[in-house]
């Protein structure tokens, strides 16, 4: 559903973001936002699907004009087979693992996945009698090491949900490859980056997911998840979408739209300005690391430079050994972040964070605690000065 007054020529993500998601035919730039159940018919012919002109739209459930601009945008992004949208970002994760998945089946999930995620998984997977093995972030090639002949999925985040390590996707999907009929599903959660500076399906995934509660829609109001399936997958996706009775509100559809047609230029400033931060927090005294995939001293930085186009405006640092009283000296007096969950909004936001209780994998091993910061579109020199004060007051308490 793309805007076709002429066959559009080869363009770039961020003309796509322009110029897709139309309804064809149309003369507004913008989609109706239909509220609808009922969808009405001509004829019981055409109800029964034997009608010259078959319909259109059959239950509002089914699909109306809003939610197909949606989704054919994000295919387009992703590059997918096809787009299905959830009422999150946790229930597309969730819908798309029951998707790939039945009872007696083994997932491989990698450690430090979001954490609502890992609550699916030991939660209702393992209540329909799905098995999940967590993995190593940095396992590699040798993730086909860890694959039972009943393993159907293995499911990404990069990079990884508050420590941002970045699992190597390319060298993950090859070696599944090896495994040629008994090759599982690569799922990944691309919330971090977007289509617009990593595209999953060109690098072996079969299915991307995004939170688009976050970058696509931009201005922390509505939730909304995106899942975007390649051919391997798009089938089971789409049927067992419909089987659980998934749909999403018309008005958070076209909050996402509508913030979709920003997104590259939002983008291009929370990552200009997360990495001016970020580099200056690693000159201040009071941090020890800063968790940024982009700057040379992450250790995974050379994937992030080989398949990303750019870096996003959430990341963390691990701040020096000090007390939880120091910590929340620093978070509480805070003036320009707020403290809340979420992120990717127009609004910076701080979080402590707390990894060592959520891996099973392999430990959270850092020498003090962890601070996750989302840069929003403030002025960066602003922000710094608030993250000044408030490092001041940590260091003054010790
Ligand atoms: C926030 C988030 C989600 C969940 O999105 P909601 O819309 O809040 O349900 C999923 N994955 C990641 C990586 C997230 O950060």
Redesign the pocket.
Known sequence: MTDSRNASPATSPMTRLAHGGRVEGSPFVNPPVVHASTVLFESVAQMKGKSATPARYTYGRRGTPTSETLEALITELEGAEGTVLTP????A?VVALMAVLKTGDHVLMIDGV?G??RAACDGILKRFGIETTYFDPHVGAGVVDLVRPNTRAVFL?SPA?LTFEMPDVAAITRALDGLGAARPIVLI?N??ATPLFYRPLDHGVDVSIM?A??YVVGHSDA???TIAAGPRAWAKIKSTHGDLGMFTGPDDMYLALRGARTMAVRLAHHQESALTIARWLETRPEVSRVLHPALPSHPDHAIWKRDFEGASGLFSIVLKPCSEEAVAAFLDGLALFGLGY??GGYESLAIPAFPSAIRTAVPWVAEGPVVRLQIGLEATEDLIADLAAGLDRLAARG
Do not use: F
Request: hydrophobic share 30%.
């Open positions: 999150s970002g946790a229930s994760c979001y609502p995620t985040e949900s959660d919330t971090w939170a509660t976050k939730l909304i998840g979420s992120w």
